[in-house]
């Protein structure tokens, strides 16, 4: 799993220093890239603003994608993701303190592929951190995934 990458896009820092945290306990050997607002995840994803020398191709394995963010919710950005050629086969994962049915509606119509309520407890989140990293960096295969291979 070490040639793959996470994307976390987290504008808490404790929830960013947590998802971190569980990752390294858990073992995962991927890198994680950490945005902090809407914008700047689309920057990254399309090699714009700061990370135009970025190579747009260097797709992310999974995006962690909070819903709640600043300048571009995580719908927006999930929009942006979603409608792009580069980006839209990319795995992205809700990871969210909401359990708002209109929430979880709307990331699973606009194209979320899973909606997970954080976990307020760190053992909790550590083993939904966990189950997420083995079936996404394990085990799910997308047409991105067998090309980097």
Known sequence: MDNKSILLVEDNPDDELLALRAL?????????????????AVNYLFAKGEYAERDINDT?????????????DGIEVLKNIRDNPIT??????????????????????????????KPVDFE??????KQISAYWLSLNVTPLGVSKQ
């Open 60 to 72: 992310p394995e999974v995006i962690l994608l909070d819903l709640k963010l600043p300048k571009l």
């Open 24 to 40: 390294k306990k858990n073992n995962i050997q991927s890198k994680v890239v950490v945005v902090r607002d809407g914008l700047e």
């Open 124 to 129: 909790r989140f550590l083993d939904a951190t």
């Open 88 to 117: 839209c086969m990319i795995p992205v994962v809700m990871l969210t303190s909401s359990n708002e049915d209109k929430d979880i509606m709307n990331a699973y119509k606009v194209g979320v592929n899973s909606f997970i309520c």
